[in-house]
């Protein structure tokens, strides 16, 4: 018997290997070993050949690379590819009925689909920090593959619900607590590859050969008796949720599983996940999936050297410094904080402790962690303390006479091949870019507030900026945890670029009949984390007043223009902070309380504008509304500001509360039908006039049959 055969490859991503007595099956498609069909097939492949080999004793399932399996192929839900023999429970039962013992080797993670293949062997051994998860809900799926009937069988009902309804991985050292593992690799080192569970597996598949003839099967025990309260579970999940839908059918597919054979519950899950794979929430969610790993790439910018970051400084801390400050050290990077007045400067850092002790409090950090954390903070007064930073983000206020002064000094400060980066929300990069020797260096880095929280960053890609510094700006925001998405430089780049119609057509609908909470009620129950009103006052109405009057000069006089919103600002109500803007606020409360004095004040505007106001339906708004959106965002498309339809999806979802099962205003725009929307936009002009003429690249792209944005199919 040869102590370990050459590799044999049985599909291009399965191939198989004998080591003495024992078959591994190595699944070799990388990144993360999706089960697409041709990997499916080599497993399935793989066990007949070790099942019929008498040489064989029992056979180890693993995974080349960095881990066991990432799950099923997403790209290839509802192509034929997904539905091609042998599926995932063809494979399961082919490992049920051998005799022969099967074992998987999880190192990496195992998530959904690879789980469930797990699931389907008769053991498990880990890695100690292996992570093991049903993560199907985040895309809007239950797990499709037997994992709703089977981990709770071997976890126990409560344990399995948690972690299906909630997507979260459980660890390789805590998955042999609960049960769902057999067996752990040793130590505290990082995994790099599989060897060492491998080698683990490999002995103790021999050992069960040795100890047991029949080996379990996870399909065959008994649902222990749970004291879930279903529809309790059922009633607490919030109609808000990205994925309620999901979350549903999971605690369905696990009540099933207390109350089916295990075949029928089988089935029940199967019908579940194919009711949901073909409906909107999950390819919304897909969609937002994929937008998101797209988003960073940046086709310049390959084989760009990066720039080393090892030390950012942040000058201004403010609301916005005092985030962008803590999103880097979150991250290990030191940085240098840098005010021009003592009492600022403590005010920030006493933010920031605050902060902390609030993360603390829900139990997410201990002290020392916060410590270390602060520990990486060096505060300064001092300007000439910005000269040993690689990345310069500047956070003062947003004035260009002040932040071209600022950069002018960077210019003489800052070390060679530093990057000068603005968090400017408006403002013009390329021209406080030319206040530099250096405008190659400078961008833009539109945080969001508050930074420490908020996932999304529009990277301001001026026209001077260097493709080094901008891949290195893509590179870093991700080291940070950010989702970057890269822009071009125009008024309001892409996010509160499209927010300026959205707000329009409110400030529109205000005067011709509908309240402020009408507006609001009716984004909200599309979807939207707030209404457009609600949001201007959360977000402080002086900002967009002074915009407006700053780009007076420059509106063309044929267009509507409602003066509601300039009229509130006009009473020195900003929104929230003081305590009026479209609705009156309590002292010290957020909640917004609708205000006849507001009323009365659009009435007027009406009046003046020579406007009959009359019933406006919740249709109406939502429609009106997405539609700006959508047009000023086929506007961005034209304009080459955005890169993808997709990423100004990402925009609105991580940065303006979108829906997510709704995929971005775009994804929205698609299903709709482009046919449709252009015709509805056509008719609105024709009703309210020339600010709803439709964006040209709109017109094309219906003009030449396409159904999407991006990919013109
Ligand atoms: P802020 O008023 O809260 O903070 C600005 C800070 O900069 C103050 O602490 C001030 O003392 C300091 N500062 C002013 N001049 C300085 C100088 N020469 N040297 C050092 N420090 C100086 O303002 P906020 O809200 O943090 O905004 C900062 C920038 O971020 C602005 O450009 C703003 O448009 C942008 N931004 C703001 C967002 C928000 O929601 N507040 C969102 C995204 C961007």
């Known amino acids: 018997m040869p102590l370990a055969s050459e590799s044999v490859r049985l599909s291009p991503t399965v191939s198989y290997r004998q080591q003495a007595d024992i078959a591994v099956l190595w699944l070799d498609n990388p990144p993360v070993n999706g089960l697409g069909d041709t990997t499916r097939a080599g497993i399935h492949a793989g066990l007949k050949r070790a099942i019929e080999d008498e040489s064989v004793v029992g056979i180890v399932v693993a995974g080349s690379g960095k881990v066991f399996c990432g799950g099923a192929d997403i790209r290839q839900f509802n192509t034929p590819a997904a539905t091609a023999w042998p599926l995932s429970r063809d494979v399961q039962q082919l490992i049920e009925a051998s005799r022969k013992p099967v074992v998987a080797a999880i190192h990496g993670v195992a998530l959904g689909g690879g789980l469930e293949l797990a699931l389907g062997c008769h053991y498990r051994v880990v890695a100690h920090d292996a992570r093991l998860g049903l993560p199907e809900v985040n895309i809007g799926l239950v797990p499709g593959g037997g994992g709703t009937q089977r981990l709770p069988r071997l976890v126990g009902v409560e344990r399995a619900l948690d972690m299906i309804q909630s997507g979260a991985p459980v660890t390789g050292k805590a998955a042999v607590r609960i049960g769902l593992a057999d067996a752990a690799t040793e130590g505290a080192e990082e995994t790099r590859d599989a060897g060492e569970v491998v080698a683990l597996a490999v002995e103790f598949c021999r050992q069960a050969v040795i100890s047991s003839s029949a080996h379990p099967l996870v399909a065959a025990r008994e649902v222990q008796g ?21 979350q549903r059918a999971c605690i369905l597919c696990v009540k099933a599983a207390t109350q089916l054979s295990f075949g029928d519950g089988l089935a029940f899950e199967r019908a579940r996940f194919d009711e949901l794979v073909a ?63 003592q009492a600022a400067l403590d005010r920030g850092m006493a933010w920031i402790r605050r902060n902390y002790d609030v993360t603390a409090s829900k139990g997410k950090l201990t002290p020392a962690q916060i410590e270390e954390r602060i520990a990486l903070i060096a ?28 950069f002018e000094r960077l210019d003489k400060v800052c070390k060679p091949a530093a990057i000068l980066a603005t968090n400017t929300s408006r403002l013009n990069v390329d021209v406080i870019a030319a206040s530099t020797q250096r405008p190659g260096d400078v961008i833009g880095l539109h945080f969001f507030s508050p930074a420490n929280v908020m996932k999304l960053l529009e990277v301001v890609r001026g026209k001077a900026s260097s493709l080094d510094v901008i891949a290195t700006c893509l590179a870093i925001a991700q080291r940070i945890q950010k989702v970057p998405v890269l822009v071009g430089v125009c ?163 991580h940065g303006y509360g979108f829906p997510a099962w709704r995929g971005g205003p775009m994804f929205y725009a698609e299903t709709l039908g482009l046919d449709k929307v252009l015709a509805r936009i056509r008719a609105l002009r024709d009703e309210h006039g020339a600010h709803w003429e439709p964006a040209p690249f709109l017109g094309r792209i219906v003009s030449s049959g396409a159904r999407t944005f991006d990919r013109k199919n």
């Open 226 to 246: 749970s004291s879930v309260d279903f529809d309790a579970r059922l009633a607490s999940v919030s109609r808000k949720s990205r994925n309620a839908a999901a």
């Open 491 to 653: 008024e309001g780049f892409v996010g509160n670029r499209m927010l300026t119609p959205y707000w329009r057509e409110a400030g529109f609908l205000l005067e011709e009949g509908a309240s402020p909470q009408q507006v609001d009620r009716a984004l909200s129950a599309f979807g939207m984390a707030m209404g457009p009103l609600t949001m201007a006052d959360l977000a402080g109405m002086d900002i967009n007043w002074a915009t407006r009057k700053r780009l007076a000069p420059t509106r063309p006089a044929h267009l509507r223009y409602s003066r509601v919103a300039d009229r509130i600002c006009e009473k020195g109500r900003f929104g929230q902070k003081t305590n009026g803007g479209y609705y009156r606020y309590e002292p010290g409360s957020r909640t917004p309380i609708p205000d006849p004095v507001i009323d009365e004040l659009i009435a007027a505007c009406a009046r003046e504008a020579g406007i009959v106001r009359r019933t406006i339906s919740d249709e109406e708004i939502v429609e009106r509304c997405m539609l700006a959106l959508i047009n000023e965002g086929a506007h961005i498309l034209e304009a080459g500001i955005a890169q993808r339809a997709s990423d100004i999806d990402v925009v609105y979802v």
């Open 279 to 341: 409906g909107s929430e999950s390819q919304s969610l897909r969609h937002i999936f994929f937008a998101e790993r797209e988003a960073p790439k940046f086709s310049d910018g390959k084989g760009a050297t990066l720039r080393d970051i090892h030390r950012v400084a942040v000058l201004g801390a403010g609301t916005m410094g005092v985030g962008i400050t803590m999103s880097f050290v979150n991250a290990g990077i030191p940085v240098t904080l840098v005010e021009r007045e």
């Open 379 to 406: 505060p300064s007064l001092e300007f000439d303390a910005l000269a040993d930073a690689d990345l310069v983000i500047e956070a003062v206020f947003e004035d260009m006479a002040v932040k071209q002064e600022i």
